[in-house]
């Protein structure tokens, strides 16, 4: 495996380790070959502003670039000295810098596509037998450096593995197919980050990156997040990462005083390093004020922000660090690294290697060199992440392994082409140190973050963790100690954050201000709807300023409500009475009163209302689609079998008395047998009309969600009022008949007048009717169905007190009055006047 590392020339060696020298060391042939891509050089403009700079730099030579090189240097001699994973195959590096310049990168990278062994690069149609320099290529670390590479060698499907490369646009496997990184998204980054502001409850944030594709491609992110999680962005801003050029200066400056005019307590900082000095340090010279700073490890985990001149006056710095493990045996390995590059002879070596390396180095050599000592990177040994570039040269390695065919024994001798280690990558997990690593969908690995804390002890910063994030956040608030002068936790919003089961009303044209409503009733407030309530589905409710919706009870007239037990026991004593009626009419069923009331016809009418009464219970409990049309049929029917058996009554009646003349050839039909066709007749008619009504429209069973606030009405509702008039109407004009043919008629006195209690019971029906009509038209409640109940009971207690009540009592209490003189039949008196 060949990793790329161009670094600065012609160095002198002494007991430091030169640059030069490790160029020198970390130059090896193998049977495959790695490149590796690392930012050494940087500009020394700034650097200057570092009060105690640890390294004399050529161009600047960058302290964490240096430790990723040893670190995939310690992890190719690990894997040349396994005799398991490739056994008897020998991996080489070369090592190149990148100086984070997208035009010093390219050049290495192109060396990297030339042909093994020559300086060209082939111009063929078919690629798939091309051997380049390199098998596969570590880094680069920063993601524009990483964007322009990856086109490169994804044109060649040359495995590239960037071990800090995590802008979101690299998880494009289309455009980039052969690139992976041992680094989560920064779509994870920014998720913990949002999770993070919600946990403080801080919705009311700047966020400032840098002007590069991380800076750009994070802040996109977060702030398309933070729109959907109720975070409000007070400013949003970019700083320049070229510190050199003459607006720079201005720009920051600009920046810190629109932070500072929004009154924010927190910002959010996607920059790398030196960006975010630059940032730190002009906030501090301008009084900005302690302020809560999150950021990520671009910056968090660098002793270049921590270099900033008064820095513990910064405020609360917090942010996430991806979760890594250690590298057993990798400070040991740095530690004699330094002290065998001390001789004298070896250094000899490295400066004639260097002058065979110089005709391959494109015409980019430094002009100056520094010496670095091992006192100057120990620190950041413990917290610089060096597993991402162990973990990305093991992973070309297990591709390797599987391309190869390798067994305990020994790796066959086979090349392998650089495109077909993409499958082995793509497919299978691969262990280093005993923990297991696999490419995703997006080729990145997401191994979480740790949540750390800037603790300063003695004027040196610690890296203190409070928390966790792997698709949750967890966090130790107790461990955060606020740099406020309460100590306590700082606010930083624009809007009190409204109770549950409230909304915002937006005032002006600042979404971020806004009143805090009730939800009204039948609405409930949701998370994900914060401007407004959702109303509850049909079949449930919810109360003023509420957070979720209940399912709605279902309401109609109960067998055990207060209201329906007193209408049942009317029912049972209307029910009584019928029955009363009917045994005491049956025994005195040939008395000259009962004939005189129409004998077995007035048992039958008396049967009719029995029915009635008990088809009250029709309307009591829980209605449904086969009770709904039987109510309105039953009471119809029974109705028309009582005003049947008065009709022939009446009919007699209005012969007798207004038609004299013609009641003779008249009588015989509505008299005697053939009175009982008439009630026939009427009751067949009514049947019909009842058929009638189930074919044009019977009632039906109606769920009725909008009468009550938190219950459904079920009520039998009237489809079609035509049809319920046909139903209704023949017993209307049947009562309305009875009546003209008795409200005139006048009776000698001392006789029973019977046309009377007719009269008196049709009226009443009429009556009862007309208010019947009203409400139960009008009515949406459970008080239909009581209305209906009183109707029939109203029916029939006018029927029976009018008309069989007075009779009753006569044949109980006057029993005198119970004789053919008192109770003679008109028709049977008549024919004796046209005698005389």
């Known amino acids: ?444 690995t997401n191994t979480g973050y740790k949540l750390i804390l800037w603790a300063w002890r003695d004027g040196t910063v610690t890296y203190l963790p409070v928390g966790d994030y792997d698709q949750s956040l967890y966090v130790q608030t107790s461990q955060i100690q606020f740099h406020t002068p309460d100590k306590k936790e700082p606010t930083s919003e624009c809007f009190r954050r409204c109770q549950p089961g409230q909304f915002r009303r937006i005032k002006g044209f600042n979404l971020c201000c806004y009143d805090c409503t009730d939800c009204s009733e039948n609405t409930f407030w949701s998370s994900t709807d914060s401007t407004s309530c959702s109303p509850c589905p049909q079949h449930q409710w919810a109360p003023m300023r509420s957070t979720r919706c209940h399912d709605r009870a279902e309401r109609f007239l109960s067998w055990d409500e207060p209201l329906a037990v007193a209408l049942l026991t009317l029912v049972a004593l209307t029910a009584a009475l019928s029955c009363g009626a009917v045994l005491l009419f049956l025994q005195h069923l040939q008395s000259p009163l009962v004939q005189l009331a129409g004998g077995a016809r007035s048992l039958l009418a008396l049967l009719w209302l029995l029915l009635q009464s008990l088809s009250c219970c029709l309307h009591v409990g829980r209605p449904s689609a086969v009770l709904c049309p039987l109510q309105q049929l039953c009471y119809a029917l029974c109705l028309n079998g009582c005003l049947s058996s008065l009709l022939p009554k009446a009919l007699e009646i209005t012969l007798v008395t207004e038609f004299p003349r013609c009641a003779p050839r008249l009588l015989r039909w509505v008299t005697h047998g053939r009175a009982w066709l008439v009630v026939a007749m009427s009751i067949l008619t009514q049947v019909l009309l009842c058929w009638c009504h189930l074919r044009l429209g019977p009632d039906y069973l109606v769920a009725d969600y909008e009468s009550l606030p938190r219950e459904v009405l079920l009520v039998c509702g009237t489809q079609s009022w035509a049809a319920f008039a046909l139903l209704h109407g023949y017993n209307s004009c049947l009562a309305f008949v009875c009546f003209l043919c008795t409200f005139m008629v006048q009776t000698p006195g001392r006789r029973y007048n019977v046309a009377r209690g007719i009269t008196f019971a049709t009226f009443l029906y009429f009556i009862i009717w007309i208010f019947f009509l009203v409400i139960f038209a009008t009515l949406r409640t459970v008080l239909r169905a009581v209305t209906q109940i009183c109707t029939i009971l109203a029916t029939t207690l006018g029927i029976l007190g009018s008309y069989f009540v007075p009779k009753c009592y006569i044949l109980v209490f006057r029993p005198d009055l119970n004789t053919r003189d008192y109770c003679q039949n008109l028709s049977e008196e008549q024919p004796e006047e046209d005698r005389q």
Not at 17 to 38: E, H, I, M, N
Not at 56 to 77: N, P, Q, V, Y
Request: charged share 15%.
């Open 1 to 444: 495996v060949v990793l790329g590392l161009w670094l600065c020339l012609g160095c002198a060696c002494a007991a430091p380790l030169s640059p030069w020298c490790l160029s020198a060391q970390l130059r090896r042939p193998g049977d495959f070959v790695l490149g590796g891509l690392f930012p050494f050089g940087k500009d020394t403009l700034n650097l200057a502003a570092r009060s105690e700079p640890t390294l004399l730099l050529c161009d600047g030579l960058f302290t964490d670039g240096l430790i990723w090189a040893l670190a995939m240097r310690f992890a190719i001699e690990q894997i040349n000295n396994s005799s398991w994973l490739l056994p008897g195959v020998t991996l080489g590096y070369d090592m190149r810098d990148t100086c984070f310049e997208p035009l010093v990168a390219l050049q290495p990278s192109l060396l990297f596509l030339t042909r093994n062994g020559t300086r060209a690069i082939g111009v063929l149609c078919d690629y798939s037998e091309y051997q380049p320099r390199v098998t596969a290529v570590i880094g680069p670390h920063k993601s524009d450096l990483c964007l322009l590479t990856a086109k490169l060698f994804s044109s060649f499907l040359i495995p590239q593995v960037s071990y800090g490369a995590s802008s979101e646009a690299l998880s494009n496997t289309e455009l980039y197919p052969s690139l992976y990184r041992t680094v989560p998204s920064d779509k994870n980054l920014v998720e913990a980050m949002v999770l993070l502001l919600n946990h403080f409850g801080w919705n009311w944030v700047a966020t400032v990156a840098s002007d590069d594709e991380y800076g750009r491609g994070a802040q996109a992110l977060f702030l398309s997040m933070a729109g959907t999680n109720s975070i409000c962005i007070a400013f949003e801003g970019l700083i320049p990462t070229e510190l050199a050029e003459p607006d720079a200066t201005k720009q920051l400056e600009n920046t810190i005083k629109l932070i500072n005019s929004t009154k924010v307590n927190v910002i959010v900082l996607f920059a790398h390093s030196v960006p975010a000095q630059a940032l730190l340090q002009h906030s501090l010279a301008m009084g900005l004020g302690k302020k809560v700073w999150l950021g990520s490890e671009a910056w968090l985990l660098s002793d270049i922000a921590t270099s900033v001149p008064n820095i513990q006056s910064v405020g609360t710095v917090l942010g996430f660090v991806m979760r890594t493990g250690t590298v057993p045996g990798f400070q040991e390995f740095v530690a004699e690294l330094f002290s065998s590059v001390a001789q004298e002879e070896f250094c000899q070596r490295s400066r004639e290697l260097s002058r065979l390396e110089d005709t391959e180095v494109l015409d980019t050599h430094c002009r100056q060199c520094g010496n670095v000592t091992l006192r100057d990177i120990w620190p950041m040994l413990g917290v610089t992440l060096v597993q991402p570039v162990h973990v990305a040269v093991y992973s070309v390695a297990h591709a390797l392994h599987r391309a190869l065919g390798c067994t305990s024994k020994g790796c066959p001798k086979t090349p392998v082409r650089s495109w077909q280690l993409l499958h082995f990558m793509n497919t299978l997990p691969f262990e280093v140190n005993g923990q297991s690593f696999r490419f995703d969908q997006s080729h990145g």
